[in-house]
């Protein structure tokens, strides 16, 4: 029979996803109708991302999943109309690959202290080394898709790599911590910390004052997780006190950043526009129809959102 697959993102996604959609939907052998405009009644599958107008998804009488286009679920997840299962955007060749380079790239800049070489107005000569990546300890909060392979890249780089997550895990070279306590002792004395952790009510200001003083004085943080990850007023103190030293967030409570907002003008905090990773159509369209042709054929949804989670 034919699938009947509605693409639900805001329309100038449409001609960036079609043809490798179609490619990859082609390529799994589906007898499929793709489209981004279809009767409510035909729709079996949604592939979807915020912002695209469908927010009840009761009107879909033969709906059997959603596939949302991006990692992050928090605007759908709670959802009270979406009964189906829900599926996330897990992509090793493209967005956890974009993630990786993103996050090295910026734990490399701290690491090595470059911008003190890079803008150096008074042509000071501090010939002092930076230490082996074996002498700093890096935490990343996050133990997930992004945060694993995040982390596997800098301990194989040779950093001293703590992680936290909300289940117990082993990782080749991770001193892997789970927990209230594990998260003590995964934030003390850290001097590096990368936030990959998911936007759920468990999650908000997970970085706080009182876990701020247990990072190594004038450490840095790294957020491209979410925004309310961080209590943004206890990491404004802590970078006037030099507790923190410098701050590198692509995502924040409000995006895009208000032009006023005092993150832009601070010069111990570094502003990027929620460019960590992306979805990459190629890549993200073959697992889409990877996860088709499994519900198809009565195999087990890859990538499920554990809805009571959040994440
Ligand atoms: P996953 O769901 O694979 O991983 C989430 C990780 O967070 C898991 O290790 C999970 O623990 C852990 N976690 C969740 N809740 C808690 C908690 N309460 N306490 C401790 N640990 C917790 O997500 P991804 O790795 O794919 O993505 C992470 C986030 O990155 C996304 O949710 C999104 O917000 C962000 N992102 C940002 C992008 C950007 O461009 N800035 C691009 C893509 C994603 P456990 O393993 O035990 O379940």
């Known amino acids: 029979m034919t699938t009947h697959i509605l693409f639900a993102a805001k329309s100038e996604r449409w001609p960036e996803y079609e043809a490798p959609l179609r490619a990859a939907l082609d390529a799994e052998g589906l007898d499929y109708v793709l489209s981004c405009e279809m009767d409510a009644e035909l729709v079996d599958y949604i592939i979807y991302a915020p912002n695209s107008g469908l927010s009840d998804f009761s009107v879909f009488p033969r709906l059997k999943a959603v596939m949302n286009l991006w990692a992050g679920v928090e605007d759908v997840v709670g959802n009270k109309t979406l009964t189906v299962p829900l599926t996330r955007m897990v992509d090793e060749e493209g967005l956890t690959q974009g993630m990786v380079e993103w996050v090295t790239g910026h734990v490399m800049r701290h690491h090595l202290g470059m911008d003190a070489h890079i803008v150096n107005p008074e042509r000071i000569w501090d010939d002092t080394p930076p230490p082996l990546a074996k002498d700093r300890k890096v935490t990343v909060l996050g133990l997930g898709a992004l945060g694993t392979a995040c982390a596997g890249m800098l301990a194989q780089i040779g950093f001293a790599v703590t992680g936290w997550s909300r289940s117990d895990k082993e990782i080749a070279d991770v001193i892997c911590e789970h927990g209230d306590e594990g998260l003590a002792r995964a934030l003390s004395g850290a001097e590096i910390v990368v936030l990959l952790l998911p936007?759920?009510?468990?999650?908000?200001?997970?970085?706080?004052?009182?876990?701020?003083?247990?990072?190594?004085?004038?450490?840095?943080?790294?957020?491209?997780?979410?925004?309310?990850?961080?209590?943004?007023?206890?990491?404004?103190?802590?970078?006037?006190?030099?507790?923190?030293?410098?701050?590198?967030?692509?995502?924040?409570?409000?995006?895009?950043?208000?032009?006023?907002?005092?993150?832009?003008?601070?010069?111990?905090?570094?502003?990027?526009?929620?460019?960590?990773?992306?979805?990459?159509?190629?890549?993200?369209?073959?697992?889409?129809?990877?996860?088709?042709?499994?519900?198809?054929?009565?195999?087990?949804?890859?990538?499920?959102?554990?809805?009571?989670?959040g994440y």
């Open 199 to 309: 936007n759920t009510p468990a999650t908000e200001d997970v970085i706080n004052a009182e876990r701020l003083a247990l990072m190594a004085k004038g450490s840095v943080i790294i957020n491209p997780g979410r925004g309310p990850l961080i209590d943004d007023a206890a990491l404004l103190a802590a970078l006037d006190s030099g507790q923190i030293g410098h701050a590198t967030l692509d995502v924040f409570r409000v995006e895009p950043l208000p032009a006023d907002h005092l993150f832009w003008a601070h010069p111990k905090v570094t502003v990027t526009p929620h460019i960590a990773s992306t979805t990459r159509p190629d890549s993200a369209a073959r697992v889409i129809a990877q996860n088709i042709r499994r519900a198809e054929t009565g195999t087990p949804l890859l990538h499920l959102v554990d809805r009571s989670a």
